[in-house]
Nanobody, 129 residues
């Protein structure tokens, strides 16, 4: 059973930065997607960023240029560096993992909830104005 444990959430003022981490245990896909999602109070969960085995990344338009996703495969750890945070970034942030898709001669990930199988418990990020 894959386990994902997030850390690094907290409270920060608008314009500040936070770095989230996700420790993954027993994630043995040879080619796997890892991603970050978030869910604000009263809203649906949405994709923030994903990274595939070749370190190709996809970001939601709302975080492009402010957030950076990265992974350390040797340590089975996923990161999300968040900068220039805004109050609308306030949410519970979830780490997720799943298999890559194959099509058209290449592997790829899709930043959608249904594309990910394993989920962490989430970490709260609060940005005050």
């Amino acid at each position: 059973q894959v386990q994902l444990v997030e850390s690094g959430g907290g409270s920060v003022q608008s314009g500040g930065s936070l770095r989230l981490s996700c420790a993954a245990s027993r994630f043995t896909y040879n080619r796997g997607c890892m991603g970050w999602f978030r869910q604000a109070t009263g809203k649906e969960r949405e994709g923030v960023a994903e990274i595939d085995s070749d370190d190709s990344t996809t970001y939601a338009d709302s975080v492009k240029g402010r957030f950076t996703i990265s992974r350390d495969n040797a340590k089975n750890t996923l990161f999300l560096q968040m900068s220039s945070l805004k109050p609308e970034d306030t949410a519970i942030y979830y780490c997720a993992a799943g298999p890559e898709y194959y099509g058209g001669g290449y592997y790829y990930c899709v930043l959608k909830i249904e594309s990910f199988i394993y989920w962490g418990q989430g970490t709260q990020v609060t940005v005050s104005s």
